[in-house]
């Protein structure tokens, strides 16, 4: 089955940029989506297909995708920005969901 | 505003069953595709099984099949999972997930409750 590779953390100094990436073969070809989990609470969606916001996120993330690599970019990262972050696509020779194993997001 | 309130969690030995509920409040829970997806205690998530708004279409993951089934009422604006044969690594919390459309393919995870955890040991 499909498989999604990401860090395993990064760290990132307040008001400086994180650029958190999600790898796999010809990921450019699906739409990714990336949830951001706080520790001891559930997922919630920053990013639906590849680059858009839900309501509510702030426009300090923002997202791309292209060739083999997608992208996840949080700008003048905040305290508050800390935490696990999932990239998600959905695996249509199977017909199931695939997430990688997450990043965690260190503000230092 | 979208409230997803998960129950029925704990602790059963292996080969036990468990069921599942989830409230949903905030939306018309009949218009949505409902999913599970869970996530190991410092793992992380996998998505477990989908279901449409009329029961129509249903899928699970591979590691399930045949032993957890997704079910919905919709005049009770729940979500159930039923879950027997269960294994140690079926331990995790578990998620209930508003899709944002109709259908379980491709999924749109939109809204998450905060969970209810099984823990599977003899």
């Known amino acids: 089955s499909y498989v999604l590779t990401q860090t395993p953390s990064v760290s990132v100094a307040p008001g400086k940029t994180a650029t958190l990436t999600c790898g796999g073969n010809n990921i450019g070809h699906y739409s990714v989506h990336w949830f951001q989990q706080k520790p001891g609470q559930a997922p919630v969606a920053v990013m639906f297909?590849?680059?858009d916001r839900p309501s509510g996120i702030p426009e300090r993330f923002s997202g791309s995708n292209s060739g083999t690599t997608a992208t996840l970019t949080i700008s003048k990262v905040e305290a508050g920005d800390e935490a696990d972050y999932y990239c998600q696509v959905w695996d249509s020779t199977v017909d199931h969901a695939v997430f990688g194993g997450g990043t965690k997001l260190t503000v230092l | 505003e979208v409230q997803l309130v998960e129950s029925g969690g704990g602790s059963v030995k292996p080969g036990r069953s468990l069921r599942l509920s989830c409230a949903a409040s905030?939306?018309?829970?009949?218009?949505?595709?409902m999913h599970w997806v869970r996530q190991a205690p410092g793992k992380g998530l996998e998505w477990v099984s989908g279901?449409?708004?009329?029961?129509?279409?249903?899928d699970y993951a591979d590691s399930v099949k045949g032993r957890l089934t997704i079910s919905r009422d919709n005049a009770k604006n729940s979500l159930y999972l039923q879950m027997n044969s269960l294994r140690p690594e079926d331990a995790a919390f578990y998620y209930c997930v508003k899709d944002g459309a109709t259908t379980i393919s491709p999924p749109r995870f939109e809204n998450w409750g905060q969970g209810t955890l099984v823990t599977v040991s003899s």
């Open positions: 279901i449409t708004p009329n029961s129509d279409t249903i």
């Open positions: 905030g939306f018309t829970f009949g218009d949505y595709a």
């Open positions: 297909y590849d680059s």
